[in-house]
């Protein structure tokens, strides 16, 4: 397995591998890995010939009140876990040398990046496209690899490679959840015991939503409300959102119908996790 740190020395290694007439697997990660992280590493290797993972955590992403200071940080046990999965480059850029100085372009979304955790949380996704971007030309994938626990971050990045013409497929793996059901991810490290057990209310309200809907509830108002109560029902428990959108569009919906994303934001304590499920509707 090779480490990159520059972008000259990721791009020779890749064009080397191009000359061998690889397919180029890419999965971009902010590192802290989990199993969430090895599926999508282990489906770009059953799909690619060269398999690139990115560790960056990238500084345009984060709010000035959020975790970018904290967020874990763990490379040596991350190289670990990459090596024992036959990565083939690791790359692994300095801020210095991803954004240098006097940085000031940026690549923006304008539509879907509107709603769920956009409208919480202002440039995030100005933040998101501008690295996914920059780390599409350094690596020039194929093919790249994302989870469907991060939905919205997902559709946007296929529009981006839609609407900027990168000859790139996205491929959107399931959620990988822990056995007792919480979706894996990296903030999961945050929690203490009690905030654990609290955690799995966003999964529990998920399946509570899936159920009502599937029962023929069609007020998104009515899913809203209950849910809120059901999640406000811990006390450790701040949510942020509670969104029924177009599983397409993301825009907000008054009646329930067809293809449905049903999407949370909620604060354990100080640790905010996100968790969604789409639920398919039969048309009458």
Do not use: W
């Given at each position: 397995m090779l480490i990159a740190k520059t972008i000259k020395h990721a791009k020779k290694i890749i064009n080397e591998a191009k000359l061998k007439s690889k397919i180029i697997g890419f999965v971009p990660t902010m590192g802290a890995l989990h199993g969430g992280h090895l599926s999508l590493v282990r489906a770009a290797k059953k799909d690619c010939g060269f398999v690139v993972v990115s560790i960056f955590?990238?500084?345009?992403?984060?709010?000035?009140?959020?975790d970018f200071k904290k967020y874990p940080r763990v490379?040596?046990?991350?190289?670990?876990?990459?090596?024992?999965?036959?990565?083939?480059?690791?790359?692994?850029?300095?801020?210095?040398?991803?954004?240098?100085k006097d940085f000031s372009s940026y690549v923006e979304e304008t539509r879907l990046s509107?709603?769920?955790?956009?409208?919480?949380?202002?440039?995030?996704?100005?933040?998101?496209?501008?690295?996914?971007?920059?780390?599409?030309?350094?690596?020039t994938p194929d093919a790249a690899y994302f989870g469907q626990k991060d939905y919205q971050q997902a559709q946007i990045i296929r529009r981006m490679v839609e609407d900027l013409n990168f000859p790139i497929t996205v491929k959107v793996l399931p959620t990988i959840r822990e056995p007792d059901g919480l979706a894996m991810s990296s903030r999961n490290a945050y929690l203490n015991s009690k905030d654990r057990k609290d955690s799995l209310v966003l999964l529990e309200s998920l399946k509570l939503a899936e159920r009502l809907i599937k029962e023929g509830e069609q007020d998104t108002k009515k899913v809203v409300n209950k849910l809120r109560k059901f999640i406000l029902s811990k006390k450790s428990a701040k949510i942020d959102y509670i969104a029924i959108v177009d599983a397409g569009s993301l825009q907000p919906v008054s009646k329930i119908q067809k293809k449905v994303l049903v999407a949370l934001a909620v604060y354990i304590g100080k640790t905010r996790l996100i968790d969604n499920v789409v639920i398919h509707l039969k048309e009458n």
């Open positions: 955590v990238n500084p345009t992403q984060f709010g000035p009140k959020e490379f040596s046990r991350d190289r670990e876990m990459l090596q024992k999965e036959k990565v083939d480059l690791i790359f692994s850029p300095s801020v210095a040398e991803m954004y240098g509107k709603y769920l955790c956009g409208r919480a949380r202002p440039g995030h996704f100005r933040g998101v496209c501008t690295v996914v971007a920059k780390l599409f030309n350094i690596i």
